[in-house]
């Protein structure tokens, strides 16, 4: 095709309305981006499901008080024991904490059994600014304290400021992080600065998209947004849209060395990687809307919420890139523009699969076509090596002191608070009991292991977070007691969580209908939903993406295999994973949603370069046969898809610049899984596989019939197709 017989409208007019279409979706989204604090929660006990033992305690609980107050425990500490003095300066702080108006009335100083501290419980009712209140509350305390003392805002109050401040990254620096790492990477593989900047603004155009929807649907409650959701978002959509690009700009390349119409190379381009991407996308879409059968809140809320960022993602990749090169053309390449190619060397006689390659990539073939057994069977065991770590992996929950990598006062003041008092103080454990069996529960729970002290609300005492108090007549509502008990342990300890155990035992002997909650019951509730998930979810996204990977490709066999594959990839992306959390950053453990999530995206993601790789063995095989198609699809999307694949670890590596032991977790685990899988299992396991078994690959289809080395010709394999469907 000729530059003169393109349409006007089709060479500038659509790709130019294209364009400006996507400039303004990013003028609306841009500065949506900073208003997703609005719309986002990071409350643990909102990510439970209805039916959870503390979510329904904290129901009856809400009956018992006026307001959703969270409390913050003060903690003053000396090396030596109080003075009369000083603890007359202690009571003159209180009227300075009251003054500030946080909530409900202060309840302090209460004196430490040696005498070394006290504290205050600062019920605060201002949750929604919860990182505002907690700082002032601090810039009045820390300067208040007497001389020589340390002062110190923790309880749940606290933890959930200093976790909020923690997730205060996401907004700027996460941001720029993975676009550095994306920016630096593109300009080492194409040489060029024109070309990365399109793929960079493709991706955050994407991603302006995607803050628009989630921010839309997390406005009219479709969905809920928490700070971890929202740095996977902006990961999972920069890596996606780069990757997407990727194989357009590789065929687009291709392309223009069979054409100088760069309209026509656009177009050759679209066709060529439209199924794979489109694939690709739909696969992990659909993995990650699994998430919907999750009991987790939290888990279930990720599922929309990054499904909606790859769709965007997706779309970005297929209309705004195609429009920039069709805009720029070879220019996008500069100074290493692509050249036209000679008639003869377009379309180059294949034999073997190796023709026209050089340097890694044909070494890589000459290997797995010399040794494809050996090749693999290698593979394999060492895949199986590294997943025995997985028996070391403590995914079970961690303490949320730990959570906060970064310097937190409230995980000092935690510290403090244990060395001087009951270390649950503040965040009681809550019992709901019938009124007719108060006494009995109240007896078994001051009796029960890992309890320090517990009483029965009443109604005109102290606030249900305050101190311990001897009412005479307990607070009723509809036909229920609530007591509170002070564990010996943190709150957040597994220590705290097996008394809440015991804990449910004992009460239930009293009253079967009694409920268990509180901060320790949540994180326990959520950790056991959390690992019903992993059961749950994993067979449900794997029937989902062997069903798709059918579907692309024609096959049973070569489905399976793949899917064999990047499991057994997660498997070992886990156990090398769990060898390091423990072994160098030595975590105490891991949060109960890292096995899923790392799930979800190594698997959905490691299908991705299956995909790319896959979807253009069977184009190859199609002309060539199957052997020479398997060497000769391994070699034009090795580059690609280890540009791919490097870009993808990165930007996920990003994430560890935040602060939270969950996301950094992640990040590991993700982006060392998918070298992984780029560099072993794509480039290695699956085509020698596929080399060994030949075109029984292609069961039950035309192509897996006959010669490995006889090409088919795709009209024939369609009809066949469609008479298929016909019948």
């Not at 205050?120 to 990182?131: F, H, K, L």
């Not at 902006?234 to 392309?255: C, H, K, N, P, Q």
């Not at 229920?480 to 155990?501: G, H, M, R």
Request: net charge negative.
């Amino acid at each position: 095709m000729n530059p003169q017989k393109v349409p006007f409208w089709l060479r500038w007019l659509v790709p130019v309305v294209l364009v400006i279409t996507w400039l303004g979706i990013a003028g609306v989204g841009g500065p949506t981006f900073g208003r997703l604090d609005e719309v986002s929660s990071n409350d643990q006990a909102s990510f439970l499901p209805a039916g959870a033992e503390a979510t329904e305690a904290g129901d009856w609980q809400a009956k018992f008080r006026d307001s959703k107050e969270i409390p913050a425990v003060v903690i003053i500490e000396n090396d030596a024991a109080f003075t009369p003095a000083q603890l007359g300066e202690a009571a003159k702080l209180k009227a300075d904490i009251e003054a500030l108006k946080l909530g409900s009335a202060v309840v302090g100083p209460i004196p430490s059994e040696d005498s070394k501290a006290v504290q205050y419980i600062v019920p605060i009712a201002s949750t929604d600014e919860i990182r505002d209140v907690v700082k002032e509350l601090r810039d009045v305390v820390q300067p208040g304290a007497p001389d020589g003392m340390k002062a110190y805002v923790t309880g749940p109050a606290g933890l959930t400021a200093d976790l909020v401040n923690a997730f205060g990254g996401i907004d700027g620096i996460l941001l720029l992080v993975a676009l550095g790492a994306v920016f630096v990477i593109l300009l080492l593989v194409y040489r060029s600065v024109v070309l990365p900047l399109a793929v960079l603004f493709t991706s955050v155009f994407a991603l302006c998209a995607a803050i628009l929807l989630v921010f839309g649907m997390a406005k009219i409650g479709w969905i809920q947004l928490n700070g971890q959701s929202q740095g996977i978002l902006s990961i999972l959509v920069i890596g996606a849209a780069t990757d997407y690009a990727l194989l357009f700009v590789a065929r687009f390349r291709e392309a223009l060395t069979h054409t100088r119409n760069r309209t026509q190379a656009v177009l050759t381009a679209w066709k060529a990687s439209f199924e794979p991407i489109l694939a690709s996308g739909a696969t992990v879409i659909i993995a990650l809307l699994c998430l919907l059968f999750s009991d987790l809140n939290s888990n279930k809320a990720l599922g929309p919420v990054a499904a909606a960022g790859i769709l965007c993602a997706l779309f970005a990749a297929l209309t705004l890139l195609p429009a920039l090169m069709a805009l720029l053309g070879r220019a996008a390449f500069w100074p290493f523009r692509p050249k036209l190619l000679p008639d003869d060397e377009r379309e180059p006689d294949v034999v073997t699969g190796l023709e026209g390659q050089k340097g890694l990539w044909r070494a890589t073939g000459r290997l797995v076509s010399r040794r494809p057994r050996v090749v693999w069977i290698a593979s394999v065991l060492l895949l199986l090596v590294a997943a025995t770590g997985v028996l070391q992996l403590k995914a079970n929950g961690v303490p949320q002191t730990d959570v906060i990598l970064s310097k937190s006062d409230a995980v000092d003041g935690q510290d403090a608070l244990a060395r001087h008092f009951d270390a649950g103080s503040g965040s009681p454990a809550v019992v709901v009991a019938s009124e007719g069996s108060a006494q009995q529960v109240l007896d078994r729970v001051k009796a029960a292991d890992g309890v320090g002290d517990a009483y029965l609300l009443a109604d005109g005492s102290v606030p249900i977070t305050g101190a311990p108090g001897t009412p005479s007549e307990p607070a009723v509502r509809d036909g229920k007691v609530l007591i509170n008990a002070t564990l010996n342990n943190a709150a957040d300890s597994i220590e705290a969580e097996n008394a809440v155990k015991a804990l449910r035992v004992a009460v239930k002997e009293a009253d079967p209908g009694a409920l268990v909650g509180g901060v320790t019951a949540t994180a326990l509730d959520t950790n056991t939903t959390a690992q019903r998930d992993l059961v749950v979810i994993i067979p449900i996204v794997l029937v989902v993406i062997l069903f798709i990977l059918m579907l692309l490709l024609r096959s049973v066999v070569a489905p399976v295999l793949l899917v064999l594959s990047v499991v057994l990839s997660y498997g070992a992306a886990m156990g090398v994973s769990a060898w390091v959390f423990n072994g160098i950053f030595g975590f105490p453990g891991a949060d109960a949603t890292v096995p899923l999530f790392g799930f979800v995206f190594l698997v959905a993601l490691g299908v991705d370069y299956n995909i790319f790789l896959m979807s253009r063995v069977r184009e190859e095989s199609l002309k060539h046969g199957t052997r020479p198609g398997i060497l000769r699809g391994l070699s034009v999307t090795g580059g690609v898809i280890t540009s791919a694949g490097v870009v993808l670890a990165a930007t996920f590596a990003a994430l560890g610049v935040i602060p939270i032991m969950f996301l950094v977790q992640l990040a590991f685990i993700v982006a060392f899984g998918v070298l992984l899988d780029t560099v072993l299992v794509r480039s290695l396991l699956v085509p020698a596989l596929a080399y060994d078994i030949g075109n029984k690959i292609w069961w039950p289809g035309k192509l897996g019939r006959g010669s490995s080395a006889d090409p088919v010709d795709p009209r024939g394999e369609r009809e066949e197709e469609a008479a298929s469907v016909g019948r």
